[in-house]
């Protein structure tokens, strides 16, 4: 159903008002076109620049294993597409592409990675905590980590080796939809995964996929399970078909649901940081995504390395146009800046006290 626009105003100025967004009311955001959704990215905005002023904070992406174990439906890196460019850098390689990131003016350095079985079997995954640890020791810059489900004591390390972040993505929190995305894989466990790694004193970023059969309902679903986690960093994206995967046919969908999710998100979870990935629709669709609410920009990627992106393999690298110079004019003509490593540090630290950054 397409609400109108006083529907949408109304749960604005109560989402706006500290008032609690039921399911339901997600729904109806969820559902928002035309001036509905106006109002509702205008609110968005509005509650970002409560909470953040005109901050965004800028993060380095590095996808240093192409290799995986799993079969995810909808992923071009699943173990047997043929496609997929595969490659693991070395620690070294990793240390220095960091470096090269921290200097360009980001700050945090996400390390991705498929599960692969190198380091997933690798006992004790000494290779990822030494990889870690370098890179914490090396790169200055706070750290991400995107790792898979791994043992509670393997989050505990990466917080032990210096990483603020654990990652894990549910992509949907209905599990028959999970059952056909996450293919052989446990609901439950990737749940436990993100206590888990909360539980170690890591900062969790949960996430959704859309465009990929999901609903309305199932997205609300999704922000309401993230919501009641009160997961630090939420995002949302659009499924993009990649080649060689069942899914490689399905028409791909707008970025409109993608959107409208961030606002929602936004608006349900006002403290938390919501990126605008530039893994989706590039540098082009940056402005769309800072316009619904996000406030981090993630997959800044340095070019020429030869490092991949995760949906978008290869758009705007290579041309650098995944790079701090390039994003930073898109959020000057928003009127929004870049947050330095201080205040970025800032929020890290309220944020593990569980307390609330002043914008
Ligand atoms: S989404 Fe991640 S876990 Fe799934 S196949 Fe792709 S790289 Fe592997």
Not at 19 to 30: H, Y
Not at 91 to 109: F, K, N, P, Q
Not at 146 to 159: C, K, M, N, T, W
């Amino acid at each position: 159903m397409i609400h109108a626009a006083n529907d949408v105003r109304d749960l604005c100025r109560r989402a706006l008002a500290g008032g609690l967004l039921e399911e339901a009311d997600l729904v109806t955001l969820l559902s928002a076109r035309g001036d509905a959704a106006e109002v509702l990215f205008a609110a968005a905005r509005e509650v970002r620049a409560r909470r953040f002023g005109a901050v965004v904070f800028l993060y380095g992406f590095v996808y240093f294993s192409t290799y995986c174990r799993n079969e995810c439906a909808f992923c071009f890196y699943r173990v047997d597409n043929d496609e997929s460019p595969r490659y693991r850098k070395s620690l070294d390689e990793v240390v220095s592409i960091c470096r090269d990131l921290a200097g360009s003016g980001v700050v945090l350095l996400d390390l991705t990675m498929g599960e692969d079985p190198v380091i997933h079997d690798d006992p004790g995954y000494a290779g990822l905590l030494e990889l870690v640890a370098a890179v914490c020791d090396g790169g200055g810059l706070p750290v991400m980590v995107s790792p898979g489900v791994v043992p509670d004591e393997v989050l505990a390390g990466l917080r032990a080796c210096g990483a603020d972040w654990y990652a894990l993505y549910q992509e949907t929190h209905s599990p028959e939809l999970y059952e056909r995305l996450r293919t052989g894989q446990s609901f439950a466990a990737r749940i436990a995964a993100r206590r888990a790694a909360r539980r170690a004193g890591l900062l969790v970023e949960d996430g959704i996929l859309t465009g990929i059969g999901d609903t309305e309902a199932d997205r609300a679903r999704s922000i309401a399970a993230m919501r009641e986690a009160a997961w630090e960093q939420v995002r949302v994206m659009t499924f993009v078909p990649q080649v060689g995967t069942p899914l490689a046919d399905v028409r791909p969908a707008a970025d409109e649901a993608e959107l409208l999710a961030i606002a929602a998100m936004r608006l349900a979870m006002p403290r938390s940081l919501i990126p605008a990935s530039l893994d989706v629709d590039g540098i082009r669709g940056l402005e769309r995504r800072l316009n619904a609410g996000a406030n981090v920009v993630t997959s800044i990627v340095p070019p020429i390395v030869g490092l991949a992106g995760v949906s978008q393999a290869e758009l705007d690298i290579d041309e650098g146009r995944r790079t701090v110079a390039e994003v930073l004019p898109h959020l000057a003509r928003l009127g929004l800046r870049s947050g330095t490593v201080t205040e970025y540090r800032a929020w890290l630290a309220a944020a593990h006290e569980g307390v609330e950054v002043p914008a």
